[in-house]
Nanobody, 123 residues
Framework: VQLQASGGGLVQAGGSLRLSCVAS????????LGWFRQAPGKEREFVAA????????SAADSVKGRFTVSRDNAENTVYLQMNSLKPEDTAVYYC?????????????????WGQGTLVTVSS
């Protein structure tokens, strides 16, 4: 199983980015997919997750109302739409494959990780 994240870049505060993560070697439609991030000098933290069929989502309080997670199981892809970006959103963003179909905020409940994509928000 491989997860390939893309879509990161440099954006001004208030701007938007859309991250994508494509899974290969595995049919992800029975598993939850999540997004985590790690800022320089900080621990990895949960951002958002979506259930296997997309009917349930979960998001960190820090991104609620600004970030939206979605998925396309036909394309084995999960997305993270990020709006109203802030400098504190600067981090490497990782997608992850859950161990179950339930969205979860704990990283130990994810078994495969993508390589990460860097998001930099300038003030």
């Amino acid at each position: 199983v491989q997860l390939q994240a893309s879509g990161g870049g440099l954006v001004q505060a208030g701007g938007s980015l859309r991250l994508s993560c494509v899974a290969s070697g595995f049919i992800v439609s029975v598993r939850a997919l999540g997004w985590f991030r790690q800022a320089p000098g900080k621990e990895r933290e949960f951002v958002a997750a979506i259930s296997s069929r997309g009917g349930r989502t979960s998001a960190a309080d820090s991104v609620k109302g600004r970030f939206t997670v979605s998925r396309d199981n036909a394309e084995n892809t999960v997305y993270l739409q990020m709006n109203s970006l802030k400098p504190e959103d600067t981090a490497v963003y990782y997608c992850a494959l859950g161990r179950t179909g339930v969205p979860d905020m704990y990283d130990y409940n994810y078994e495969r990780w993508g390589q990460g994509t860097l998001v930099t928000v300038s003030s």
